[in-house]
């Protein structure tokens, strides 16, 4: 096991490592990209706070894997699809000895915790198995629940308009603080709702959810329109709400995504979810987007049959993992 000081060396061997991953040997619409990855990689090496660890065949002094970590906030954040070890080697035990070095070496740093995400195409199930299996070995709990993001082809959906009686919606006219306190009525107002959200701190803590506001209306995820800010209004009463944003990627098709969605509970099932998605296409039509994207938990099976009936398609699904040291 060593640790790698020289960005150009250590992507050559980030780059051998990667090559039985399905992103990597082949481009996926909406998945990693191995350009972008390759620029995060160099970007990242070297900076404070992160490490490049590197395992070697005893006999053979041959790379087995590689295993980048960098250190935010009081956690060290493994990199995407990382330990990555050929598949003729993951036997071998070389995974877990990255891990077991990257703890160790977190530990020195006075870090209390580590993390790693899991994105798995909807298509290939089978994928991240042998990473979800080493994660748990060494010591990973699930945490929070398994997210489902689903995708839209605003070229070919077919979407079915319900008209809803005396229903407006209206963009603008509403604070950072009036879609907070929205936030929290349409996703912590039921038993129902807490058990699908309650877990989820952007939207349970005020404060977290305040800064994701913040920064989508400040543009740090993409441009975010006025119009991107929709509110439900059945008569003179708010009933829900809609936000979006339009990221810029040189990597991906010009696409917008449905960040927060949510109606009042008393105004369920009329139709109003429905409506505001449609509003939130047509929106991103304007603005040339040619795909809509969305993520929502597994367990929110409502949700998941709207964002199916407003022509998305599940296209990954999403695992958190956490250690603490």
């Known amino acids: 096991m060593e640790r790698v000081h020289s960005a150009k060396e250590y992507l050559e061997y980030w780059k051998s490592a990667m090559a039985d991953i399905h992103w990597f040997k082949k481009r996926r619409l909406f998945d990693y990209n191995r ?52 598949l003729k080697w993951r036997s071998g035990g070389a995974g877990e000895a990255l891990v077991r070095e ?5 530990r020195s740093k006075g870090v209390s915790r580590a993390t790693c ?10 994928s991240g198995e042998w990473h979800k299996a080493l994660y748990e070995g060494c ?51 039921t038993p129902e709702d807490v058990a699908v959200h309650g877990k989820d701190p952007f939207v349970s803590i005020l404060g977290e959810n305040m800064r994701v506001l913040r920064a989508v209306k400040h543009g740090d995820y993409g441009s975010s329109a006025p119009e991107c800010w929709k509110v439900a ?18 990597y991906r098709p010009s696409h917008g995504v449905i960040a927060e969605l949510g109606v009042f509970p008393e105004f369920r099932r009329k139709g109003i979810a429905h ?30 049959r709207l964002y199916q009936k407003a022509g998305h398609e599940p296209v990954f699904q999403i695992v958190s993992f956490e250690k603490r040291l």
């Open 35 to 86: 350009d972008e990855m390759i620029e995060d990689v160099t970007r990242e090496f070297g900076s404070p706070g992160s490490i490049g660890l590197v395992a070697r065949s005893q006999e053979s002094g041959e790379v087995l894997g590689v295993l980048g970590v960098t250190i935010r906030g009081n956690a060290g954040v493994f990199g995407r699809w990382e330990p990555a070890v050929r």
């Open 117 to 126: 995400v899991l994105r798995v195409p909807h298509s290939l199930p089978g």
């Open 233 to 250: 209004m059945l008569g003179e009463e708010v009933a829900g709400f809609i936000i979006g944003f339009l990221p810029k990627s040189e």
């Open 102 to 106: 990257a703890f160790s070496w977190l």
């Open 275 to 304: 409506s505001l998605v449609v509003e939130m296409l047509e929106c991103f039509r304007k603005y040339g987007c040619r795909y809509s994207y969305v993520g929502t938990p597994r367990s929110n099976e409502p949700a998941i």
């Open 139 to 189: 010591g990973f709990e699930r945490v929070g629940l398994a997210g489902i993001m689903l995708l839209a082809d605003l070229r070919k959906a077919n979407i079915p308009v319900q008209r809803v009686r005396d229903l407006r919606v209206v963009d603008g006219g509403f604070s950072l603080e009036d879609f907070a306190d929205f936030t929290r009525r349409a996703y912590l107002s």
